[in-house]
């Protein structure tokens, strides 16, 4: 069997047509499987959704209880048969309840990663290199440049910041889904222990976080037209990144602004953002990840999506790895 027999592009996202079934599809289709569920890899109105049950959880958070006409559960590690298929989800270490998807027919095995990342999140799953014969990498930070700082050492600049300038509030912009919490896990385990403000959007996630295990800490809504926006001086705002472009950002006194991003490695998107305080945090591999997590699976072919796929295919090229970018339409930056 060829790979492209098993597993191949669609308009609508990866089909596997001898299990009837497309992974992160763009529109609505009869049967997905969600690798999480960040909006651009999970939307509504599917048939039928096959995700892990965080993941489903998350989208029912987001869309609404009827977000596909019937779901079902996904266990890490365990085999689900679909037409004849094999079907089976691992850790991705993106965020709660992210999975690779691993599609196997007649001896032959292809992942599907979706996002991740591998570094260590006390917020979600660590990500686990499966052995395959094809492996679908992201490309999010497919470039040389892109080699990601330690975590802590960027929480730690932001917390002598709010040492260094105790009179102004720190607004810090993370994507709802998996940024804000890690951030807030790892400003917990560098020892702030004090209230951090989260905007609305941010409560539901945040509760959901909680309520898997996940200790986030005390938090407290970061609003201001109930009293006095002095308070929030000293104190650390979370919110999503286009909040900071609305009126609400606006009403913090003299705020410190940040936001945590891969991006924030390249200095013209920070300074086209106004940011005053960039913070290099990624849910995505950087490029000596994805090199590394290419040679872990000991696949013989990649496929590259969502990203920079030129780079890495050449550099699979170079090292005697068949590969080929998938082009896929849709993908953005959500969670990066």
Known sequence: MRASDLLHPRPEGLYCPAGDFFIDPVRPVARALITHG?????????????????????????????????????????????????????????????????????????????DYKRRRDPTCRAFEPVACDVFITEATFALPVFRHPDDRGEIVRLIKSVAQFPERAHLVGAYSLGKAQRVIALLRAAGHDGPIHIHGALE??????????????????????????????????????????ERWA??????VSAFASGWMRIRQRAKQRGVELPLILSDHADWDELIDTIGETGASEVWVTHGREEALVRWCELNGIKARPLHLVGYEDEGD
């Open 204 to 245: 539901k996630l945040c509760a959901y976080y909680e309520s898997r295990g996940i200790a986030l800490g005390p938090l407290a809504p970061a609003t201001v037209d109930d009293g006095d926006p002095g308070r929030f001086a000293g104190k650390i705002v979370i919110g999503p990144p286009a909040a900071f472009a």
């Open 38 to 114: 960040h909006a651009d890899h999970a939307r509504a109105g599917h048939q039928a959704v096959l995700a892990t049950q965080e993941t489903l959880d998350i989208m029912a958070l987001r869309y609404g209880a009827n977000f596909a006409a019937s779901t079902q559960a996904a266990r890490l590690g365990e085999t689900t048969t679909l037409g004849g298929v094999r079907v089976s989800f691992h850790p991705a270490g993106h965020v709660l309840g992210s999975a690779q998807i691993a599609v196997e027919k007649n001896g032959l095995r292809i992942v599907a990663s979706g």
């Open 250 to 255: 606006r009403r913090f006194p003299d705020p």
